[in-house]
């Protein structure tokens, strides 16, 4: 029987789960968790790279989890990231297969750094927040994963876990890991309701996610009101309704996906209606996750012993893989 090909991907604490993690990414995972092995991760550690509070870091890891568990995802593929000290220890190893210039050039880093730099007193911007990328690396291959379902906006970061892999292998002489690629949604990249020239985005502020959780009365006036048109008139679609449309054909509304479009290239379509038909679609695919997640919600000692059990499980197969990584470095793994 042919072996099943592994799947990686994680999110980070840092808030509620939002309609771009769900149509970017976490819609994918439940999908893939049928053909293959998965391992989905909720990275705390990457959590720390901006300001932020332990106390509100743990409550958040947990809450992810259980909106995690209410979208679809299995328990027993999920784990917590610091539950797996594997993943640090092959960052620091693959810290030194990385140009300080590969990290420099990475688009989020210089978005971050700048959001980091103007909210803090002090102009702190934390090393970490650099070297980020590499600790992702280190949660893709740790794993040894063929597929990573990720959102658009996490392309270059997987280009160098690609990169990272192949110098380790080719300084070690073999070809140890594989190079993973990316799976990406028909909805790669959500915008922005209230700057739909950006992407959704929970560290940019409220307004700028739309949290899969809300309550029904928030998405709906949320979407009532998103930027439609932003003055320019090129001709073509504004990226505000662009946006809507998108999220509408996420949301498999494609009946009145359809019927709109065909107003929209008409001229007649009124944007106000536009509107209510994607929030109510929104309410309609979260529905089943605010109910579901009730339930977990009151059973949460259960959750948590589930997760534990996961991690201990799925950190068994990360341990496998340092011992090989440190043999093949010249490091030294004691033997019990
Ligand atoms: P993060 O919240 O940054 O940890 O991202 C978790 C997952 O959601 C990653 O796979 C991201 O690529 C994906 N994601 C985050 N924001 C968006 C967005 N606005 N559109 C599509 N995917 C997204």
């Given at each position: 029987?042919?072996?099943?090909?592994?799947?990686?991907?994680?999110?980070?604490?840092?808030?509620?789960?939002?309609?771009?993690?769900?149509?970017?990414?976490?819609?994918?995972?439940?999908?893939?968790?049928?053909?293959?092995?998965?391992?989905?991760?909720?990275?705390?550690?990457?959590?720390?790279?901006?300001?932020?509070?332990?106390?509100?870091?743990?409550?958040?890891?947990?809450?992810?989890?259980?909106?995690?568990?209410?979208?679809?995802?299995?328990?027993?593929?999920?784990?917590?990231?610091?539950?797996?000290?594997?993943?640090?220890?092959?960052?620091?190893?693959?810290?030194?297969?990385?140009?300080?210039?590969?990290?420099?050039?990475?688009?989020?880093?210089?978005?971050?750094?700048?959001?980091?730099?103007?909210?803090?007193?002090?102009?702190?911007?934390?090393a970490?927040?650099?070297?980020?990328?590499?600790?992702?690396?280190?949660?893709?291959?740790?794993?040894?994963?063929?597929?990573?379902?990720?959102?658009?906006?996490?392309?270059?970061?997987?280009?160098?876990?690609?990169?990272?892999?192949?110098?380790?292998?080719?300084?070690?002489?073999?070809?140890?890991?594989?190079?993973?690629?990316?799976?990406?949604?028909?909805?790669?990249?959500?915008?922005?309701?209230?700057?739909?020239?950006r992407?959704?985005?929970?560290?940019?502020?409220?307004?700028?996610?739309?949290?899969?959780?809300?309550?029904p009365?928030?998405?709906?006036k949320?979407?009532?009101?998103?930027?439609?048109?932003?003055?320019?008139?090129?001709?073509?679609?504004?990226?505000?309704?662009?946006?809507?449309?998108?999220l509408?054909?996420?949301?498999?509304?494609?009946?009145?996906?359809?019927?709109?479009?065909?107003?929209?290239?008409?001229?007649s379509?009124?944007?106000?209606?536009?509107?209510?038909?994607?929030?109510?679609?929104?309410?309609?695919?979260?529905?089943?996750?605010?109910?579901?997640?009730?339930?977990l919600?009151?059973?949460?000692?259960?959750?948590?012993?589930?997760?534990?059990?996961?991690s201990?499980?799925?950190?068994?197969?990360?341990?496998?893989?340092?011992?090989?990584?440190?043999?093949?470095?010249?490091?030294?793994?004691?033997?019990?």
């Amino acid at each position: 029987m042919e072996e099943k090909k592994t799947v990686l991907s994680c999110i980070q604490p840092t808030g509620d789960m939002h309609f771009g993690n769900y149509f970017g990414a976490v819609q994918n995972w439940v999908h893939l968790q049928d053909t293959y092995d998965c391992y989905y991760g909720v990275v705390d550690y990457h959590a720390m790279t901006m300001p932020y509070n332990p106390k509100k870091l743990r409550s958040n890891t947990w809450d992810l989890i259980i909106n995690l568990m209410s979208a679809g995802v299995d328990p027993k593929n999920l784990f917590i990231q610091s539950m797996v000290p594997e993943h640090a220890e092959l960052s620091w190893i693959f810290n030194c297969f990385c140009s300080f210039g590969q990290l420099t050039r990475m688009t989020q880093f210089k978005d971050k750094s700048s959001q980091s730099n103007q909210s803090s007193e002090d102009g702190f911007i934390a090393a970490g927040l650099l070297t980020y990328p590499i600790l992702q690396a280190a949660d893709i291959l740790v794993y040894r994963a063929d597929f990573v379902p990720v959102g658009k906006d996490q392309e270059q970061h997987l280009e160098l876990s690609r990169n990272i892999a192949q110098r380790f292998n080719n300084q070690m002489g073999k070809e140890y890991f594989k190079l993973p690629e990316c799976l990406f949604t028909e909805t790669p990249k959500v915008m922005s309701p209230a700057d739909p020239t950006r992407k959704m985005s929970k560290s940019a502020g409220e307004k700028h996610a739309i949290s899969i959780f809300a309550d029904p009365d928030r998405i709906r006036k949320q979407i009532k009101s998103a930027v439609t048109d932003t003055g320019e008139s090129s001709g073509e679609m504004s990226p505000g309704v662009a946006n809507l449309f998108s999220l509408l054909k996420a949301s498999n509304e494609m009946d009145s996906y359809n019927s709109l479009m065909e107003d929209y290239k008409k001229g007649s379509l009124k944007y106000s209606e536009l509107k209510e038909v994607v929030a109510e679609a929104l309410v309609k695919v979260s529905d089943p996750f605010r109910e579901k997640r009730a339930k977990l919600v009151a059973n949460k000692k259960d959750v948590k012993y589930q997760i534990k059990q996961a991690s201990i499980r799925i950190r068994g197969r990360a341990q496998e893989t340092l011992r090989e990584v440190k043999e093949l470095a010249g490091l030294l793994n004691a033997k019990m």
